[in-house]
């Protein structure tokens, strides 16, 4: 990589453009102003995001997939307005914390969330 390139990749990265179109406006491979930015310290820059259903602000966390939705109450809800799928909503009470949740299609399900699946077993059971 030239010293040219890499000011045209500076330019490019303060003017607020992603990896990838540096890539297609100097040449380069994309790794390799990956690797070049990662030298310098350098993150993606930051963009909105916004859930796709009811609109609240999403944080991305770093090394991990995009994230399109809030919750998976949106999601489903969010699918369920698409017209692709038809399920069934069951209202449940959580049998460790006791607070009201929606269950797609599992009529089974216990607990709201996974902290208190993982609460309960470390206490010794359900609270009923």
Same mark, same amino acid.
Request: with cysteine.
């Given at each position: 990589?030239?010293?040219?390139?890499? *000011?045209?990749?500076?330019?490019?990265?303060?003017?607020?453009? &992603?990896?990838? +179109?540096? /890539?297609?406006?100097?040449?380069?491979?994309?790794?390799?102003? *990956?690797?070049?930015?990662?030298?310098?310290?350098?993150?993606?820059?930051?963009?909105?995001? !916004? $859930?796709?259903?009811?609109?609240?602000?999403?944080?991305? &966390?770093?090394? !991990?997939?995009?994230? !399109?939705?809030?919750?998976?109450? $949106?999601?489903?809800?969010?699918?369920? +307005?698409?017209?692709?799928? *038809?399920?069934?909503?069951?209202?449940?009470? $959580?049998?460790?914390?006791?607070?009201?949740?929606? #269950? +797609?299609?599992?009529?089974?399900?216990?607990?709201?969330?996974?902290?208190?699946?993982? /609460? #309960?077993?470390?206490?010794?059971?359900?609270?009923?």
């Amino acid at each position: 990589m030239t010293e040219k390139q890499k *000011k045209q990749i500076d330019v490019c990265r303060e003017n607020g453009l &992603t990896i990838s +179109a540096i /890539a297609d406006v100097t040449g380069l491979s994309v790794s390799a102003i *990956k690797s070049y930015c990662s030298r310098r310290n350098e993150a993606e820059p930051p963009s909105d995001f !916004h $859930c796709k259903f009811c609109g609240a602000a999403l944080m991305q &966390t770093e090394k !991990h997939r995009e994230k !399109h939705f809030c919750n998976q109450s $949106c999601y489903f809800r969010w699918r369920y +307005a698409q017209g692709d799928i *038809k399920r069934t909503v069951y209202q449940k009470k $959580c049998a460790h914390c006791g607070k009201p949740f929606t #269950a +797609a299609s599992k009529k089974e399900q216990k607990y709201c969330s996974c902290a208190c699946f993982y /609460a #309960a077993r470390k206490v010794g059971g359900e609270r009923e």
